[in-house]
């Protein structure tokens, strides 16, 4: 046996900058909320319309602001026409440079059809929005329910070559054996759901809809995606914990040989377990007590988003981190320019301002599966009149 | 790393290295990351590189001529030489060990099919190139080479790598690196005429050759003489200097261990 010193090897930087780590948390959260959004809007589940309604403003608002992000991790942003003039069908990423903006547009047709019977109402609205109303609304005609839901599922399949794409782009690449396994998409797809339910969770609170119909929904969503995430990681574990190379092996020995490791490990399977028990807790208890709950869950919210940036960020910037060729770790402090801390803030601020955009000018709280303007009066005012709400108890501004 | 999986690596960069005679015209078939059609280049020639370590005495002079031959910005590097201190555990005894790295050019190169604009192309003679003018910087061939061959140039934003001096090889000379090996370990040439310095060490040296990550299944054609079959992984060494970032994570210097 010999012991082995490395006295000179070249320093190996990141490729991929936190851009990344944004893109894929925005364009998860967009494909996972239409998921959650399609209950009501494409299959016409009365039940799931206050969720389909938070739910259609975070796939809309994250499908806007992924693709700036995507196109910042580019080193040379202005030739992204490139990818359309030198398509190369050979890779994921092609694929993906035409499957997202035909995602876009599917999100967003979905998006004007749901909203356009409200709009159409609002066309009389003083100042910009009833302008914006008038010119987004498109005539008076009623918008069929079965366009609304064509587009819808359209979009829903979409959707699903975008989570086919994003995982498999990265489980194809071998030189990074912690990407390369089977189990990474569907993992991606299950942290998408537990991070869009968590957004909903949040949007009910802070937009003062409050629907416990929709905390009920979500808390069922956490519960399912939570599950699937501990099988999917447990698979994961078991396929490979006896194999010699490959993703589990590169993973024990990081987790054996850096203190950091561990901690990452620790931290993300703690919070997992924890989400799943405070999402039981709950669900669990006798139907007097719920609403107090309930009236918390957005912290749950909170946390849930949190499982979903964080294990992307693992995924995508610390594996960049394991060392192919030389010894140790790489060392990582986050850069505070754009391609560091300024990146991360300035994704989220431009989202925040995506979705103050909608909040001001689109009437996205009488979103429903097509029909007259007619129909959206008379859906607002049933939203009134029911108790679904929990701002007759809270008293939660209410902007709608 | 325990003895079994060892000799299996071993074995497989032995495989692996008689695997890369054989021409591997079966790969072209099209399908989602697999070889896109080779292009431009001598399709009478298959280039490749031989090291062979006994000749290496790790001064870095590849380093430095294909630093400047190939203007990379400071800090990147398309050939290095990683060095390692080797103790023998019971007799005390130390050895240096050079590992000259460079792009493999491999037979099937995990970078090329991933490039989304086909900027990263194989010749047809088999060195692995970039065009930078149409190359959109998006990096997946950097994180798709197991070699870390590839890296980000600063100055230009665009991927760069080694190009076996394809611009030196067309004016009929070495490659900068080859030029300037004080010790000549690195042989470069044509393996497909069988007169070839390369060819016919390839031939007498054949079952001592090995080439790097064989479990990748890159197939590569840089071929390793003198090599020890730990080095063809990621060695199990430590390092000997550890970077000192300050708070905003730039290096302020190193922290030695030994």
Request: a neutral charge; hydrophobic letters at 50%.
């Amino acid at each position: 046996m010999n012991s082995t010193i490395e006295l000179l090897a070249p320093r190996y930087d990141i490729a991929w900058y936190p851009w990344a780590v944004q893109y894929f948390f925005m364009i998860a959260i967009s494909y996972a909320s239409l998921w959650l959004a399609a209950p009501a809007l494409v299959f016409g589940k009365k039940a799931w319309l206050p969720t389909a309604r938070l739910a259609l403003i975070a796939s809309v608002s994250t499908a806007l602001v992924a693709p700036v992000a995507l196109l910042a991790d580019l080193h040379q942003p202005l030739r992204f026409w490139h990818f359309y003039a030198y398509a190369n069908t050979h890779s994921w990423m092609s694929i993906g440079s035409v499957v997202l903006p035909l995602y876009l547009l599917s999100v967003l047709g979905l998006a004007w059809l749901a909203w356009r019977p409200a709009l159409q109402e609002q066309r009389n609205a003083p100042g910009l929005s009833g302008l914006l109303a008038k010119w987004l609304s498109f005539g008076n005609g009623a918008t069929p329910k079965a366009l609304v839901a064509v587009v819808g599922l359209a979009a829903l399949v979409i959707s699903s070559s975008i989570m086919l794409y994003t995982g498999a782009e990265l489980a194809i690449v071998k030189a990074r054996p912690l990407w390369n396994t089977v189990w990474l998409p569907p993992m991606l797809v299950a942290t998408g759901f537990i991070a869009a339910a968590g957004l909903v969770l949040v949007l009910n609170r802070v937009s003062g809809l409050g629907s416990q119909a929709a905390i009920r929904q979500m808390l069922y969503v956490l519960l399912a995606a939570c599950a699937a995430a501990g099988l999917i990681a447990t698979s994961w574990f078991l396929d490979g914990v006896n194999a010699q190379v490959g993703s589990v092996a590169a993973a024990l020995e990081s987790v054996r040989h850096s203190p950091s490791w561990r901690s990452t490990a620790l931290w993300g399977g703690i919070t997992g377990i924890a989400l799943f028990a405070a999402v039981i807790v709950l669900l669990t208890r006798s139907p007097q007590r719920q609403p107090t709950l309930f009236a918390w869950a957005w912290l749950l919210g909170l946390v849930a988003i949190h499982m979903g940036w964080m294990f992307r960020w693992v995924v995508l910037m610390d594996v960049q981190h394991v060392a192919r060729n030389s010894a140790g770790f790489h060392h990582y402090g986050i850069p505070a320019g754009s391609s560091g801390i300024l990146g991360i803030v300035g994704t989220f601020g431009l989202w925040l301002a995506a979705i103050l955009l909608i909040e001001l000018f689109m009437p996205w709280r009488q979103a429903q599966q097509g029909g007259t303007s007619l129909d959206a009066q008379a859906s607002s005012d049933a939203i009134a009149a029911t108790n679904d709400s929990l701002n007759t108890k809270q008293g939660a501004p209410n902007h709608g | 790393m325990d003895a079994i999986r060892r000799s299996l690596l071993g074995q497989l960069a032995r495989l692996s290295a008689g695997a890369a005679l054989v021409p591997l015209s079966s790969l072209a078939h099209a399908g989602i990351n697999q070889q896109p059609a080779r292009r431009e280049g001598d399709p009478t020639k298959r280039y490749g590189m031989l090291i062979d370590l006994r000749q290496c005495i790790g001064c870095q002079a590849c380093t430095v001529s294909c630093h400047i031959e190939n203007a990379a910005p400071l800090g990147q590097f398309r050939t290095t030489v990683s060095q390692y201190e080797v103790q023998h555990q019971e007799t005390g005894e130390l050895a240096t060990f050079m590992l000259p790295r460079l792009c493999n050019h491999c037979e099937n190169p995990p970078c090329v099919p991933v490039c989304p604009v086909e900027a990263t192309y194989q010749q047809q003679d088999g060195i692995v190139v970039v065009d930078s003018d149409r190359c959109v910087g998006c990096a997946y061939c950097v994180n798709a080479c197991p070699y870390d061959a590839r890296f980000i140039n600063e100055r230009t934003q665009t991927a760069d790598k080694c190009t076996f001096c394809a611009h030196r090889l067309e004016a009929g000379l070495l490659p900068a690196c080859v030029e300037s090996c004080v010790g000549g370990a690195r042989i470069i040439g044509d393996m497909r005429d069988p007169d070839s310095q390369i060819s016919r060490m390839m031939r007498e040296h054949r079952d001592a050759l090995m080439v790097l990550q064989p479990e990748k299944n890159t197939i590569p054609q840089v071929f390793y003489l003198g090599m020890d079959e730990r080095f063809t992984t990621r060695p199990t060494a430590e390092p000997v200097a550890l970077e000192v970032l300050d708070p905003h994570g730039q290096e302020m210097g190193y922290e030695f261990h030994h």
